[in-house]
Nanobody, 115 residues
Framework: QVKLVESGGGLVQAGGSLRLSCAASGSIFTINAMGWYRRAPGKQRELVAIITNGGRTNYADSVKGRFTVSRDNAKYTVYLQMNSLKPEDTAVYYC?????????WGQGTQVTVSS
């Protein structure tokens, strides 16, 4: 079992920045990749960014060049630095960890970008 705890959401004006953090605990040695997904009102959950144990990253086209995913393996924490935020980035952001072919999820953190 892997437990994920997110922090860092909030309200920001368009053009601003936020950094999300997600701390993993439990069977962390089984984690292969960690990342972030989001669900906007009335929309399905979508991938934002992921990072593998080897440091490879993948981003949604809508956030490329604005968001950066990183991880601190010593702290078992993954981060999402979000710059140049847009109102369409408003969503609940969920941390995800893939471990032993299972997906684990955090509780979600609200990000609201005002125009």
């Amino acid at each position: 079992q892997v437990k994920l705890v997110e922090s860092g959401g909030g309200l920001v004006q368009a053009g601003g920045s936020l950094r999300l953090s997600c701390a993993a605990s439990g069977s962390i040695f089984t984690i292969n990749a960690m990342g972030w997904y989001r669900r906007a009102p009335g929309k399905q959950r979508e991938l934002v960014a992921i990072i593998t144990n080897g440091g490879r990253t993948n981003y949604a086209d809508s956030v490329k060049g604005r968001f950066t995913v990183s991880r601190d393996n010593a702290k078992y924490t993954v981060y999402l630095q979000m710059n140049s935020l847009k109102p369409e980035d408003t969503a609940v952001y969920y941390c995800n960890a893939e471990a032993d072919l299972h997906d684990y999820w955090g509780q979600g953190t609200q990000v609201t970008v005002s125009s």
